[in-house]
T-cell receptor
Framework: SQKIEQNSEALNIQEGKTATLTCNYTNYSPAYLQWYRQDPGRGPVFLLLIRENEKEKRKERLKVTFDTTLKQSLFHITASQPADSATYLCALDTMGNTPLVFGKGTRLSVIA | GAGVSQSPSNKVTEKGKDVELRCDPISGHTALYWYRQSLGQGLEFLIY????????KSGLPSDRFSAERTGGSVSTLTIQRTQQEDSAVYLC?????????????FGEGSRLTVL
Protein backbone atom coordinates (compact mmCIF):
# COMPACT_ATOMS: atom_id res chain seq x y z
CA SER A 1 0.00 0.00 0.00
CA GLN A 2 1.03 3.62 -0.42
CA LYS A 3 2.34 5.32 2.71
CA ILE A 4 3.90 8.56 3.85
CA GLU A 5 5.64 8.47 7.21
CA GLN A 6 7.14 11.31 9.18
CA ASN A 7 9.82 10.15 11.55
CA SER A 8 8.20 10.96 14.84
CA GLU A 9 5.10 12.52 16.26
CA ALA A 10 7.14 14.89 18.41
CA LEU A 11 10.67 16.21 18.45
CA ASN A 12 12.20 18.34 21.20
CA ILE A 13 15.44 20.23 20.61
CA GLN A 14 17.46 22.93 22.31
CA GLU A 15 17.40 26.47 20.97
CA GLY A 16 20.25 27.11 18.57
CA LYS A 17 20.56 23.50 17.45
CA THR A 18 19.60 22.15 14.04
CA ALA A 19 16.28 20.33 13.85
CA THR A 20 16.05 17.52 11.31
CA LEU A 21 12.68 16.09 10.35
CA THR A 22 12.24 13.06 8.12
CA CYS A 23 9.60 12.17 5.57
CA ASN A 24 9.64 8.70 4.05
CA TYR A 25 7.29 7.33 1.45
CA THR A 26 6.62 3.98 -0.18
CA ASN A 27 4.94 3.03 -3.44
CA TYR A 28 4.79 6.59 -4.70
CA SER A 29 6.79 8.21 -7.48
CA PRO A 30 6.22 11.87 -6.74
CA ALA A 31 7.23 14.59 -9.15
CA TYR A 32 7.70 16.95 -6.22
CA LEU A 33 7.43 17.18 -2.47
CA GLN A 34 6.32 20.08 -0.29
CA TRP A 35 6.74 21.04 3.35
CA TYR A 36 4.17 22.99 5.35
CA ARG A 37 4.09 24.48 8.83
CA GLN A 38 0.94 24.30 10.95
CA ASP A 39 0.42 26.19 14.18
CA PRO A 40 -2.30 25.11 16.66
CA GLY A 41 -5.76 26.11 15.49
CA ARG A 42 -4.48 27.41 12.15
CA GLY A 43 -4.34 26.11 8.60
CA PRO A 44 -1.05 24.81 7.16
CA VAL A 45 1.28 27.35 5.58
CA PHE A 46 3.54 26.49 2.66
CA LEU A 47 7.29 26.58 3.28
CA LEU A 48 9.21 24.89 0.47
CA LEU A 49 8.75 22.81 -2.65
CA ILE A 50 11.42 20.53 -4.07
CA ARG A 51 11.21 18.74 -7.41
CA GLU A 52 12.37 15.21 -8.16
CA ASN A 53 15.34 16.45 -10.17
CA GLU A 54 16.52 18.72 -7.34
CA LYS A 55 18.72 17.38 -4.58
CA GLU A 56 18.46 20.32 -2.23
CA LYS A 57 16.52 23.55 -1.75
CA ARG A 58 17.22 26.33 0.73
CA LYS A 59 15.26 29.24 2.11
CA GLU A 60 16.77 31.33 4.90
CA ARG A 61 17.33 28.92 7.83
CA LEU A 62 15.44 26.09 6.11
CA LYS A 63 16.92 23.35 3.96
CA VAL A 64 15.13 20.48 2.26
CA THR A 65 16.67 17.47 0.55
CA PHE A 66 14.94 14.95 -1.68
CA ASP A 67 16.38 11.51 -2.36
CA THR A 68 14.19 9.61 -4.82
CA THR A 69 16.35 6.50 -4.47
CA LEU A 70 15.88 6.34 -0.70
CA LYS A 71 12.32 7.70 -1.09
CA GLN A 72 13.05 10.23 1.60
CA SER A 73 13.04 13.95 2.23
CA LEU A 74 14.87 15.64 5.08
CA PHE A 75 13.80 19.02 6.42
CA HIS A 76 16.36 20.99 8.40
CA ILE A 77 15.95 24.14 10.49
CA THR A 78 19.31 25.60 11.46
CA ALA A 79 19.85 27.85 14.48
CA SER A 80 16.41 26.88 15.73
CA GLN A 81 14.34 29.31 17.78
CA PRO A 82 11.35 28.83 20.10
CA ALA A 83 9.25 30.55 17.41
CA ASP A 84 9.98 27.57 15.13
CA SER A 85 7.87 25.38 17.42
CA ALA A 86 5.00 24.04 15.32
CA THR A 87 3.87 20.94 13.47
CA TYR A 88 5.61 20.36 10.16
CA LEU A 89 3.87 18.41 7.42
CA CYS A 90 5.32 16.87 4.30
CA ALA A 91 3.14 16.43 1.25
CA LEU A 92 3.68 14.87 -2.13
CA ASP A 93 1.87 14.53 -5.38
CA THR A 94 1.07 11.02 -6.41
CA MET A 95 0.66 11.39 -10.14
CA GLY A 96 0.16 14.41 -12.31
CA ASN A 97 -3.02 16.32 -11.77
CA THR A 98 -3.95 14.83 -8.40
CA PRO A 99 -4.32 16.33 -4.94
CA LEU A 100 -1.42 16.42 -2.55
CA VAL A 101 -1.16 13.59 -0.02
CA PHE A 102 -0.01 14.68 3.42
CA GLY A 103 1.91 12.95 6.17
CA LYS A 104 0.65 13.12 9.75
CA GLY A 105 3.25 15.69 10.70
CA THR A 106 5.98 16.07 13.29
CA ARG A 107 5.40 18.40 16.24
CA LEU A 108 8.62 20.30 16.87
CA SER A 109 9.28 21.98 20.20
CA VAL A 110 12.33 24.25 20.46
CA ILE A 111 13.26 24.75 24.09
CA ALA A 112 14.95 27.96 25.20
CA GLY B 1 -9.00 39.76 2.60
CA ALA B 2 -6.54 38.20 0.20
CA GLY B 3 -6.49 34.75 1.73
CA VAL B 4 -8.78 31.72 1.72
CA SER B 5 -11.80 32.39 3.88
CA GLN B 6 -13.83 29.68 5.61
CA SER B 7 -17.06 29.88 7.57
CA PRO B 8 -18.18 29.12 10.13
CA SER B 9 -14.96 28.87 12.12
CA ASN B 10 -16.74 26.70 14.67
CA LYS B 11 -19.89 24.65 14.38
CA VAL B 12 -21.52 22.52 17.07
CA THR B 13 -24.39 20.37 15.92
CA GLU B 14 -26.44 17.45 17.07
CA LYS B 15 -26.10 14.00 15.60
CA GLY B 16 -28.39 13.57 12.62
CA LYS B 17 -28.45 17.23 11.60
CA ASP B 18 -27.13 18.51 8.27
CA VAL B 19 -24.30 21.06 8.14
CA GLU B 20 -22.88 23.30 5.43
CA LEU B 21 -19.35 24.62 5.43
CA ARG B 22 -18.31 27.41 3.12
CA CYS B 23 -15.03 28.25 1.43
CA ASP B 24 -14.09 31.42 -0.44
CA PRO B 25 -10.85 30.73 -2.33
CA ILE B 26 -8.29 33.28 -3.40
CA SER B 27 -9.55 35.20 -6.41
CA GLY B 28 -8.22 33.73 -9.65
CA HIS B 29 -7.30 30.36 -8.18
CA THR B 30 -8.76 27.65 -10.38
CA ALA B 31 -8.13 24.70 -8.07
CA LEU B 32 -9.97 24.16 -4.78
CA TYR B 33 -9.50 21.36 -2.30
CA TRP B 34 -11.27 20.13 0.84
CA TYR B 35 -9.32 18.21 3.46
CA ARG B 36 -10.34 16.91 6.87
CA GLN B 37 -8.08 16.82 9.94
CA SER B 38 -9.08 14.82 12.97
CA LEU B 39 -7.39 15.31 16.33
CA GLY B 40 -3.77 14.21 16.12
CA GLN B 41 -4.18 13.02 12.55
CA GLY B 42 -2.86 14.16 9.22
CA LEU B 43 -4.85 15.83 6.51
CA GLU B 44 -7.32 13.51 4.81
CA PHE B 45 -8.22 14.47 1.24
CA LEU B 46 -11.94 14.77 0.55
CA ILE B 47 -12.64 16.42 -2.81
CA TYR B 48 -10.88 18.48 -5.47
CA UNK B 49 -12.23 20.95 -8.03
CA UNK B 50 -10.16 22.05 -11.01
CA UNK B 51 -11.65 24.63 -13.33
CA UNK B 52 -14.63 23.29 -15.24
CA UNK B 53 -13.54 19.66 -14.97
CA UNK B 54 -15.59 17.09 -13.10
CA UNK B 55 -14.52 17.13 -9.44
CA UNK B 56 -12.37 14.38 -7.99
CA LYS B 57 -14.63 12.97 -5.27
CA SER B 58 -12.47 9.96 -4.51
CA GLY B 59 -11.80 11.03 -0.93
CA LEU B 60 -15.37 11.52 0.25
CA PRO B 61 -15.89 9.00 3.07
CA SER B 62 -19.58 8.32 2.44
CA ASP B 63 -22.55 9.46 0.40
CA ARG B 64 -23.53 11.73 3.28
CA PHE B 65 -20.75 14.05 2.10
CA SER B 66 -21.10 16.24 -0.97
CA ALA B 67 -19.60 19.46 -2.25
CA GLU B 68 -20.23 21.93 -4.98
CA ARG B 69 -18.41 24.87 -6.41
CA THR B 70 -20.50 27.59 -7.95
CA GLY B 71 -19.19 29.82 -10.72
CA GLY B 72 -15.71 28.46 -10.30
CA SER B 73 -15.33 30.30 -7.02
CA VAL B 74 -17.13 29.68 -3.72
CA SER B 75 -17.47 26.09 -2.55
CA THR B 76 -19.84 24.50 -0.05
CA LEU B 77 -19.20 21.19 1.67
CA THR B 78 -22.40 19.56 2.93
CA ILE B 79 -22.57 16.78 5.47
CA GLN B 80 -25.97 15.17 5.83
CA ARG B 81 -27.17 13.29 8.89
CA THR B 82 -23.99 14.07 10.80
CA GLN B 83 -22.35 11.41 12.96
CA GLN B 84 -19.97 11.84 15.89
CA GLU B 85 -17.11 10.50 13.79
CA ASP B 86 -17.57 13.49 11.47
CA SER B 87 -16.16 15.73 14.21
CA ALA B 88 -12.98 17.25 12.81
CA VAL B 89 -11.49 20.40 11.37
CA TYR B 90 -12.46 20.83 7.73
CA LEU B 91 -9.79 22.69 5.77
CA CYS B 92 -10.21 24.30 2.40
CA UNK B 93 -7.28 25.21 0.17
CA UNK B 94 -6.88 26.80 -3.23
CA UNK B 95 -4.06 27.01 -5.73
CA UNK B 96 -3.39 28.95 -8.89
CA UNK B 97 -3.82 25.80 -10.96
CA UNK B 98 -4.20 22.13 -10.23
CA UNK B 99 -1.61 19.41 -10.45
CA UNK B 100 2.08 19.79 -9.80
CA UNK B 101 2.23 23.54 -10.14
CA UNK B 102 2.93 24.76 -6.65
CA UNK B 103 1.72 25.53 -3.20
CA UNK B 104 -1.68 25.26 -1.62
CA UNK B 105 -3.09 28.20 0.29
CA PHE B 106 -5.17 27.02 3.22
CA GLY B 107 -7.94 28.68 5.13
CA GLU B 108 -8.07 28.56 8.91
CA GLY B 109 -10.56 25.72 8.86
CA SER B 110 -14.05 25.04 10.16
CA ARG B 111 -14.08 23.06 13.40
CA LEU B 112 -17.10 20.75 13.46
CA THR B 113 -18.26 19.13 16.67
CA VAL B 114 -21.08 16.61 16.48
CA LEU B 115 -22.68 15.89 19.84
Amino acid sequence: SQKIEQNSEALNIQEGKTATLTCNYTNYSPAYLQWYRQDPGRGPVFLLLIRENEKEKRKERLKVTFDTTLKQSLFHITASQPADSATYLCALDTMGNTPLVFGKGTRLSVIA
Amino acid sequence: GAGVSQSPSNKVTEKGKDVELRCDPISGHTALYWYRQSLGQGLEFLIYFQGNSAPDKSGLPSDRFSAERTGGSVSTLTIQRTQQEDSAVYLCASSIAGGNTGELFFGEGSRLTVL
